[in-house]
C-alpha cells in the first residue's frame, strides 16, 4: 500500500461521521488528477534543448552557430538593437510578444518583437529609470525623473502620478492590477491602476537604500533588496517587512524569484550568487563569479541568467544541484549590462545594456505551451478586450496578499500551542470592574463604601471561581496519573 | 551540436476565416495559473453578489377570485393547469403559463373546503356545503379540452373564458358529518375524508366503506402516502397526528404535540417521512416510525404555519404562514433557505409546489394566486450549454467557499418587513427571558431536578399505540 492511500485511511477513520463525503471527494481529486495527466497529451509543443558534441562545452557555443543550424523564423529571433540613449531598461510583456525598451536619456520604445512592428517610439525629454507594462499590452509605466507616467501603445501620454515621486523601480502585479514603485529614498508604493487609488504607501522603518526589487510571482509578496546586505519581503497590509533575511554581508546588486516562488536568487557586490528556498529561508546554493554581476532573472524553465560587467552568463539546474559551468554564456562588445530579462513562451533572453538592446537564443528556456485563457501571444483585439474585462472581474483584492495564497481554502485550526494558551489565560482574567451609579442619592462617604463592598464581592466570587476551575484541572491530572497497584491503599491520603 | 528552439507556426494557434471560431490553447499546468484560489474566491464572490443581483422570483398572480382562496391543487398530469376554491363556493381552473381562467364553477354555496384530483381520470373532487362532495369534470366540451391542456393556442377565441358555466357536478355524495379535508388514494379510486371523523369513500358509491375514529373532536387535513398508498397521516385539533392504515379498522398510531398542526404532507421520496406545520410557529419533520421524537424542528416562521408542500425531489418544502411570507426550508435543515414576501400578500391560506420542481404557488387572503420561482435567481427558459456549464461551476464556487464570513453574509441575508422583523425581534427576547428564566431554575435548585430537554422533544407531548 503506498503512503498517500495510507493517510487517507486514517483520516477516515478519524472523521468517521463524513466518511462517505470524504471518499467521494478523495475520488473525484483522484479522478481529476488523473484527467490533468492525460490532459498532457493534447500539448502541441515541445520544449527547446541544446546539446553539444562530445568534446565540447554548451557555453562554448556561440548565438552565430546556434543560429545557423536554426530556421528562418527562429533565427530572426536573435537580433540587435544599436541605440544611443542607453543603459537601457526591458520589459517584456507577460505573453511574450510586446517588449518594452527605456533608455535612461529619454527614449522610450514599444516594438512587437516577433514581427519587429514598432508600436511607438519617443523621447521623454527627461531621465527614465524604469519602464513596466501594465495589465494589457495597450498601456505601460514609465519612471521618469520626477514623477511615474502612463502611456498607451500609441505613446500618448494617459497619465502623470505626480503621488510616485523620483520612483527608481517599478515592477506589476497582473493579478492584483497593482503597480509597485519603489523611490530614491526607499518609498514603497502600491498604486491600483483599475481605480488609480494608491493602496498603500510606506517608507519602511530603518529603511536603507532600495538597489533592487522584484516580485514573488507565486504570491505578490514584494522583495526589496538594500545596501545593507538584507532582503526585505513587503506587502501593502503593513509598513513592517513580513520576512526579513540577511543574504549577504555586502550591498546586494539583484534579487529574482523563479515562478513557482520557491527559489529565490541574489547577487553581492562580493562576487557572489546565492540561491535560497523562500520556504523556509535557507540557502540551498552559493556560488563565486569572477566579477560583480549586477543583475539577474529566472525564465520559465528555471534557467538563471546573470549579467556580469559585459557578460551575460545562463546557468541551468542551478537550484538543487551545483552547476559545475554555465549552460550558455554571450559577450558583448565593451559595453556594460544593466537589464536582463527572459521572454515568456518564448526560448529568447532579452538583454539592456549601455548601447541598446541584443536578444539571443537559450534554447530550453520558455514554456512551449501556453495557455491561451491566461496569456496568449496570438491574441485578437476581441479576445484581449474580452480578456480585459474576465481579469477586471476577479481581480484580487490587496489585502489578500500574504506570503501564503492558498491560505483562503485552508481550515482555520486551532494549534496545540494556542489552545494551551486559551486555557492557561481563563486562569489568571482579572475580575471584573463593576461601574457604580445608585439611584438613590448618598453622601460620598456611603458611595465609596457600598461601592469598595460589590467589588470586594465580585472579587471573592471570581477567586472562587478559578480555584474550582484549578481544582477541577488538578483532578483531571490526578486521573490520568492513577496508577492501580494494590499497595496503593496503604498509602497516607 | 543539436539545437532546437520553440518556434510556432501561427496557422496552427489562429482561425483559418473570421466566421471560424478562435482556437483556444489549454495547458492546465498549476505554474501556470498562479492564484488559483484568491482568483476562485474572487469569482465566488462575484457569484453570490450576482445571486443577490438576479433574484427576482415574484413571476405573476391569477386574480378573478371574488372571495378568499382556500385550497389549490395541482394537476396530476398536466404541468399547466391549476385548480383553486374560494371561500364563496366557487372554483376556478386556470392555466398557470397563460395565468388566464379558464373556466369558472360555482361548485358549492359555501367555503370549498378541499379539493383533490383522481388518479389517472379526468375529474377532480371537491368538498364544501357542511359535508357534500362534488364530482368535476376539467373540460367538458371538445373547446375546454383544448384549452386546458393545449398550450401553444394562439387563436383568440380560444383565449376567451367560456360564458356557458357548467355547474353541474358529475357526480354529488351527501354525508353525514362536517367535512374539512379530501385527499385521493394513489391507486385505487378511494378517497379518504376528514372533519368530525375520518371516512373512507369509494367513488362511486353514496356510502362511506369505513369510519376512523380516535377520540378526536375535528380532523383538519388528512393526506396518502405517495408510496406506501394504504397509509395516512392527519392532523387533528386535539394537537395529535395519528397515522392510519385503510386495510385495518383502527389508526395505528398517534402523536400528540404541544400545540396543534393546520397541515401535513409527506415526503414524495422518503416516503416515511412527513413534515407537520404547526400552530407554535414551527414545523416539525417526523419518521413515522418513530414518532416520539422528531427528526428535524424547522423555525423561522414568526406566526402560525397554515400550509406546507413538498418539492417533488424530495429535498425542500414551502411553507405558507399566517405571518404573511412563505419560506422555503431544506428538509434536512432548521432554518429556511428563502423568504418570500410582498407588500399585498396576505395571510396565506394554501402553498403547493409544482411537480417540475421549478414554481411555488400560494393562495392568500387576499384572492390572489400568487406564482413564484423555487429558485429566486434562476433563469427561466432554454440555457445554451456554456450557459449550463457556468451556472454549475457558480454553484460549485458558493458550495466551496460558503463558509467565508464575507459570502455567508451576502447569501444568507434577506430583507424582511418591518411587522416581520419586529416580530422576530420580539420573539426572540421572549425566547432568551424563557431560557434564563430556566438557567435560573436550574442554579438555584437541587443539581438534576431541571434536567435539559432537547429542541426536538420539547414540543412532543405523548406517543400513542
Not at chain 1, 495527466?37 to 565540447?56: I, M, V
Not at chain 1, 566579477?291 to 538563471?304: D, G, M, R, T, V
Not at chain 2, 428535524?296 to 406566526?303: F, L, M, N, T, Y
Request: hydrophobic share 35%.
Amino acid at each position: 500500500m503506498d503512503e498517500s492511500s495510507q493517510s487517507e485511511r486514517s483520516l477516515v477513520h478519524k472523521y468517521g461521521k463524513h466518511k462517505k463525503k470524504y471518499k467521494i471527494e478523495a475520488q473525484k481529486v483522484k479522478e481529476l488528477r488523473k484527467q490533468s495527466e492525460r490532459s498532457q497529451l493534447l500539448l502541441q509543443e515541445e520544449g527547446g534543448f541544446l546539446e553539444a558534441d562530445a568534446n565540447e562545452h554548451c557555453y562554448q557555443i556561440s548565438q552565430k552557430e546556434i543560429v545557423q543550424s536554426l530556421d528562418i523564423t527562429a533565427a530572426t529571433k536573435h537580433f540587435e538593437l544599436n541605440l544611443e540613449f542607453g543603459p537601457y531598461s526591458v520589459n517584456y510583456f507577460r505573453n511574450g510578444r510586446q517588449l518594452l525598451l527605456g533608455g535612461e536619456r529619454g527614449h522610450v520604445a514599444a516594438i512587437d518583437w516577433v514581427t519587429k512592428d514598432l508600436l511607438c517610439e519617443f523621447n521623454a525629454m527627461e531621465s527614465v529609470h524604469d519602464i513596466c507594462w501594465l495589465h494589457m499590452p495597450t498601456m505601460f509605466a514609465v519612471a521618469q525623473k520626477d514623477w511615474v507616467h502612463v502611456y498607451d501603445n500609441q505613446g500618448t501620454e494617459v497619465h502623470c502620478l505626480k503621488k510616485l515621486f523620483r520612483v527608481k523601480k517599478l515592477t506589476f502585479l497582473p493579478y492584483h492590477f497593482l503597480l509597485v514603485s519603489a523611490s530614491e529614498n526607499a518609498m514603497l508604493s502600491w498604486t491600483d491602476v483599475s481605480i488609480g487609488k494608491i493602496i498603500a504607501s510606506f517608507r519602511p522603518p530603518k529603511a536603507k537604500t532600495i538597489t533592487a526589487m522584484c516580485q514573488n510571482p507565486a504570491n505578490a509578496v514584494i522583495l526589496t533588496a538594500h545596501s545593507n546586505g538584507t532582503v526585505s519581503m513587503f506587502t501593502p497590509n503593513s509598513n513592517e517587512p513580513v520576512v526579513k533575511m540577511l543574504c549577504s554581508p555586502c550591498s546586494i546588486t539583484g534579487v529574482a524569484v523563479n515562478d513557482t516562488g520557491l527559489y529565490m536568487a541574489t547577487t553581492g557586490v562580493d562576487r557572489s550568487i546565492k540561491i535560497w528556498d523562500v520556504r523556509n529561508y535557507q540557502c540551498l546554493q552559493s556560488y563565486k563569479l569572477r566579477a560583480i554581476p549586477n543583475c539577474l532573472c529566472f525564465s520559465q524553465k528555471n534557467l538563471l541568467s546573470v549579467g556580469i560587467g559585459n557578460v551575460v552568463e545562463v546557468y541551468k539546474d542551478c537550484c538543487t544541484q551545483v552547476a559545475e559551468e554555465p549552460y550558455i554564456r554571450h559577450k558583448l562588445e565593451s559595453s556594460m549590462i544593466s537589464n536582463v530579462q527572459f521572454c515568456n513562451y518564448e526560448d529568447v533572453l532579452g538583454i539592456g545594456h549601455r548601447n541598446g538592446f541584443v536578444s539571443i537564443l537559450v534554447p530550453g528556456s520558455g514554456e512551449p505551451n501556453f495557455d491561451a485563457y491566461e496569456s496568449n501571444p496570438f491574441m485578437t483585439k476581441s479576445q484581449r478586450r474580452e480578456m480585459e474585462v474576465k481579469q477586471l472581474l476577479e481581480k484580487i483584492q490587496p489585502e489578500l496578499i500574504s506570503l501564503d495564497p492558498h491560505h483562503l481554502a485552508k481550515v482555520d485550526v486551532k494549534t496545540l500551542k494556542q489552545k494551551l494558551e486559551e486555557k492557561s489565560k481563563l486562569l489568571y482574567v482579572k475580575p471584573r470592574k463593576i461601574e457604580f451609579e445608585s439611584s438613590k442619592k448618598m453622601s460620598g462617604v456611603k458611595k465609596a463604601k457600598v461601592k469598595k463592598d460589590l467589588q470586594e464581592s465580585v472579587n471573592r466570587e471570581h477567586i472562587q471561581q478559578v480555584m474550582k476551575m484549578k481544582r477541577k484541572e488538578d483532578e483531571k491530572e490526578k486521573d490520568a496519573n492513577k496508577s492501580y497497584n494494590v499497595l496503593d491503599r496503604f498509602k497516607r491520603k | 551540436m543539436r539545437v532546437k528552439v520553440i518556434s510556432r507556426n501561427p496557422s496552427d494557434y489562429l482561425r483559418e476565416t473570421k466566421h471560424d471560431i478562435h482556437k483556444v490553447q489549454r495547458n492546465y499546468d498549476p505554474k501556470l495559473h498562479p492564484f488559483a484560489i484568491p482568483r476562485e474566491y474572487q469569482r465566488a464572490l462575484n457569484a453570490v453578489k450576482l445571486e443577490k443581483i438576479f433574484a427576482k422570483p415574484f413571476l405573476g398572480s391569477l386574480d378573478g377570485h371574488s372571495d378568499v382562496v382556500q385550497c389549490l391543487m395541482k394537476h396530476p398530469s398536466s404541468l399547466s393547469v391549476l385548480v383553486s376554491g374560494a371561500a364563496d363556493g366557487e372554483i376556478k381552473i386556470w392555466n398557470i403559463a397563460k395565468r388566464r381562467c379558464l373556466k369558472t364553477i360555482t361548485a358549492h354555496s359555501g367555503i370549498v373546503n378541499g379539493l383533490c384530483p383522481s388518479r389517472g381520470n379526468d375529474y377532480f373532487f371537491s368538498i364544501g356545503d357542511g359535508a357534500t362532495i362534488k364530482q368535476w369534470k376539467y373540460a367538458s366540451t371538445s373547446e375546454e379540452i383544448r384549452m386546458v391542456y393545449e398550450d401553444d393556442n394562439d387563436s383568440d377565441a380560444s383565449e376567451e373564458e367560456t360564458e356557458n358555466d357548467d355547474n353541474t357536478p358529475l357526480n354529488t355524495i351527501i354525508g353525514k358529518s362536517v367535512m374539512m379535508g379530501i385527499d385521493h388514494h394513489w391507486e385505487k379510486p378511494i378517497m379518504i375524508t376528514c372533519g368530525e371523523s375520518v371516512q373512507l369513500w369509494e367513488e362511486s358509491r353514496s356510502e362511506p366503506l369505513q369510519s376512523l375514529e380516535w377520540g378526536v373532536d375535528t380532523v383538519y387535513k388528512v393526506k396518502f402516502n405517495p408510496v406506501e398508498t394504504d397509509l395516512c397521516v392527519s392532523a387533528g385539533s386535539d394537537r395529535s397526528l395519528i397515522l392510519y392504515d385503510i386495510k385495518m379498522s383502527k389508526p395505528l398510531r398517534k402523536v400528540i404535540m404541544a400545540l396543534r398542526s393546520n397541515s401535513v404532507c409527506w415526503n414524495p421520496m422518503e416516503a416515511f417521512n412527513f413534515t407537520a406545520a404547526s400552530e407554535d410557529h414551527d414545523l416539525y419533520t417526523f419518521d413515522m416510525r418513530k414518532l416520539s421524537v422528531p427528526l428535524q424542528v424547522h423555525k423561522d416562521h414568526v406566526s402560525a404555519v397554515i400550509d406546507v408542500d413538498y418539492s417533488p425531489t424530495g429535498k425542500e418544502f414551502v411553507s405558507g404562514s399566517y405571518d404573511k411570507t412563505i419560506r422555503i426550508f431544506p428538509v434536512d435543515k432548521g432554518r429556511s433557505r428563502e423568504v418570500y414576501h410582498t407588500k399585498r400578500m396576505q395571510r396565506l391560506t394554501s402553498v403547493i409546489w409544482s411537480y417540475d420542481s421549478k414554481y411555488v404557488l400560494c393562495g392568500s387572503d387576499e384572492m390572489d394566486i400568487r406564482i413564484w420561482k423555487a429558485n429566486a435567481s434562476e433563469k427561466i427558459g432554454p440555457r445554451m450549454f456554456r450557459e449550463e456549464a457556468a451556472f454549475r461551476y457558480q454553484e460549485k464556487l458558493k458550495e466551496k467557499f460558503s463558509h467565508h464570513p464575507e459570502i455567508g453574509r451576502i447569501s444568507r441575508h434577506r430583507h424582511v418587513p418591518k411587522h416581520i422583523r419586529h416580530s422576530q425581534q420580539e420573539k426572540r427576547a421572549m425566547l432568551e427571558s424563557r431560557k434564563r428564566k430556566e438557567a435560573n431554575r436550574r442554579a438555584h435548585s437541587k443539581p438534576g431536578t431541571v434536567p435539559y430537554k432537547q429542541e426536538r422533544t420539547k414540543h412532543i407531548v405523548t406517543e400513542e399505540e
